[in-house]
């Protein structure tokens, strides 16, 4: 279990999935709205909601969450305010008695300090959230001021491409090495050049239409073209936009292929890669002259 920490701008929170209390996602009593909450009571026609999030969206591992408010003000807990409260995020845990104080854990979040935006971590696959305010006690108003649960999908940056789809490519565009055919012989630490047709280059994580960045596949298959591009040793990224790189190599024979790929690091759809170029790391032979033959002189 990892602790709170508070930040000056957002509240940097951790869900941990294993304490999670499975719930379901919706009831029969979810779905009737409780009228009563604790003494505090709330302003006519006051609402909270979520800024940019609906139900069903897909959200990266570290999402700021921003909080709405409608008709109340926001006081920090200890402050008694009327029409005022602070907010709570509700994850993955059924609507929590309302005329109680508000259970303070990684299920309950508590922004008693009256934030109004925070930064929550949380593990990939589908969450519950929901937005509660509560008085200076952290008991609900009367009525409760809450929002409706609503889903989300929590995945890593690259593979929300995925989740989208992969962006399209030009029929026409194409990949290619500048200074490299099959054969060559090139030394150990040598400038590869990449060359591009009819799509232009953006750095990773500018998504930008008909762009991507270069990527370097060295001694390996092709990987999956539905996913991020792999980034170790053998798939080197250049994702700064670079058209040209120093690659040192080891003596010996090498297969190179260069593949695009959008801002997430995914192929396009069709993808733009190279044919694959086998090079040698090394000296080329001198190749021996023939000598002439010169026929024996008869004496």
């Given amino acids: 279990m990892k602790p709170v920490t508070w930040r000056t701008a957002t509240t940097c929170l951790w869900a941990a999935a294993g304490l999670v209390v499975v719930a379901g996602f919706a009831t029969d009593a979810m779905a009737q709205a409780p009228t009563k909450g604790g003494p505090t009571p709330s302003a006519p026609g006051a609402a909270v909601y979520f800024v940019g999030i609906k139900d069903g969206a897909t959200l990266p591992p570290k999402p700021i969450i921003h909080f709405g408010l409608r008709n109340m003000g926001v006081a920090p807990a200890g402050l008694a305010r009327e029409n005022a409260g602070h907010h709570h995020l509700i994850i993955d845990v059924p609507t929590p008695p309302l005329d109680k104080p508000l259970p303070n854990d990684f299920n309950h979040l508590h922004f008693g300090s009256g934030q109004t935006e925070a930064e929550v971590s949380l593990t990939p696959g589908k969450h519950t959230l929901q937005l509660i305010l509560a008085d200076k006690d952290h008991i609900p108003h009367t009525p409760p001021v809450m929002s409706e649960r609503i889903t989300v999908t929590v995945v890593e940056p690259g593979q929300a491409a995925a989740v989208a789809g992969r962006r399209p490519s030009p029929a026409d565009a194409s990949v290619y090495f500048v200074n490299l055919k099959n054969g060559d012989y090139i030394p150990p630490k040598s400038v590869v050049r990449f060359g591009l047709l009819n799509m232009g280059i953006a750095p990773a ?10 990527h370097l596949l060295v001694d390996t298959p092709m990987p999956p073209l539905d996913k991020p591009i792999p980034n170790d040793f053998n798939h080197l990224h250049f994702g700064a936009g670079q058209t040209e790189a120093r690659v040192t190599l080891t003596p010996g024979r090498h297969t ?14 069709p993808p733009v890669m190279s044919k694959p170029v086998k090079i040698v790391v090394g000296t080329k032979p001198r190749t021996k002259k023939k000598r002439p033959f010169r026929g024996s002189r008869r004496i």
């Fill in 205 to 214: 994580g500018v998504e930008k239409p008909n762009t991507g960045h270069h």
């Fill in 256 to 269: 190179l292929q260069l593949l695009f790929a959008d801002e997430n690091h995914v192929p396009h759809n």
